[in-house]
């Protein structure tokens, strides 16, 4: 069977998922969505993802029919008509059809899209020797302009940084806010550590406040490793002892190299690895059940 996509209520095959040339999403970036990773037949963090979601269509003022239940069995039913248990969930929710213009009350129903498929993971390489950066000049939104907490369908200063980072000839690229402090990467959070200390900055500095580096946040309480969220600059990258980037796809990635300097020894760090460890158990033991019997083996 073609994979099967929700698509406002209901579930049309991968080649009939179709929306209107009028959609706002399409043309404005009108909307905002959500990436969610299944596990072992559980989805991880799926009601964290869900508030986000709700948080960012309330901030972007849309509403739709589909209370935030409703929601979490809509995707825990594309997965299961998809049978994936391993897999990722794409959620997109656009302020629908309207006109020409972008005159929102145009738009009188939201579009609402769920998809669900096999995940497509980062090299095994990149998890073992870790991945070089660069900085982007392209800045992270403006807290004022676009509220960068909004996981909104536009993307394009993220990939036009992800764009300096290709050319220049690096996996990823690390984006500065306005101020010059570091916010995190393209599609990843960032973290570091020094002297035994997770460092990662807050959200109000312009990251999106990522489900993974909640995560994160959490297993180094747990781990007993020393955590603040606060404000740094380039150079704390470049003197740190271990540095990592945090998101749904690419979990933990270690860094060991940024702009031609080695981060630490240039090979992941020992609490980086840690809590690869942490992260990766966690992941398969905690989430919302896809089927209903998988909730009676824990
Ligand atoms: N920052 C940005 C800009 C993102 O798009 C994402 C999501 N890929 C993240 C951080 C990480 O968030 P999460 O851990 O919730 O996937």
Redesign the pocket.
Known sequence: MAVQVYLDGKYVDKDEAKISVWDHGLLYGDGVFE?IRAYNGRVFRLDEHLRRLYDSLKSVHIKIPLSRAEMKKAVLQTLRLNAIRDGYVRLIITRGKGDLGIDPRKCSKATIIIMADKIQLYPQEYYEKGLKLTFASTRRNISEALNPRI?SLNYLN?IMAKIEAIEAGYQEAIMLNAQGFVC?C????IFLIRDGILTTPPVWAG??E????NTVIELARKEGIPIREELFTGHDIYIADECFI????AEILPVIEVCGRTIGEGVPGPSTRRLLAAYRDITTREGTPIHEKESLTV
């Open positions: 990436g996981k993220n995190e393209t599609t990843e959070n990251a999106l990522g489900v993974t580096r945090t998101g749904t796809g």
